[in-house]
């Protein structure tokens, strides 16, 4: 099967150029504080899942020459298709499209890059979708941590309702 969508690979491939500008798109130092610790933390859970589960996706064949065809092909050189699920490339639109006003903006791009994910033959659906459900402890690793935190305390103090200290005497 031949790759007919050509066309979105500029769109997919301008996570490069987001993702590199993103610090002078942070309005604050605590935005861009947040999105190094989200980058940090997505990296942390997810290389991982890459090296564990390795997803492939067969490379398919591009209906052009063009230097839009022949850019892809570069990436495709690049990345070895082992490392699809889930799609590093959406994760980063969502952190940055979190940096865009109106926020409208920030979700529209991070749909764009999830469509071209799929329309370039880059990922599978199920690669996007992981991302989606796997981002939004990803976006505030905080809210996460403190989470988790709340609930080991719960199950480790949910032990101590065992025998009384004077029951030991």
């Not at 309005?27 to 859970?45: E, F, G, K, P």
């Not at 492939?56 to 570069?74: E, H």
Request: hydrophobic share 50%; net charge positive; charged share 15%.
């Amino acid at each position: 099967m031949i790759c007919p969508f050509t066309r979105t690979v500029l769109i997919y491939e301008t996570s490069y150029i987001t993702v590199a500008l993103a610090p002078w798109c942070a309005r604050t130092q605590r935005d861009l504080r947040q999105l190094m610790i989200s980058a940090w933390v997505a990296m942390a859970v997810i290389f991982p899942i890459y090296w564990i589960i390795p997803s492939s996706v067969p490379r398919r064949p591009l209906a052009d020459n063009t230097w839009v065809a022949r850019l892809l092909n570069l990436e495709r050189a690049i990345d070895p298709p082992t490392v699809a699920f889930p799609s590093f490339h959406v994760l980063w639109a969502i952190f940055v499209g979190r940096l865009y006003r109106p926020r409208w903006l920030g979700i529209t791009y991070a749909g764009a890059i999830a469509i071209s994910c799929i329309t370039t033959g880059m990922h599978f659906i199920p690669d996007v979708i992981a991302v989606f459900v796997i981002a939004p402890p990803l976006v505030h690793p905080q809210r996460a941590w403190k989470r988790l935190l709340r609930v080991t305390e719960r199950i480790a103090n949910s032990w101590l309702g065992g025998p009384s200290p004077e029951a030991h005497q």
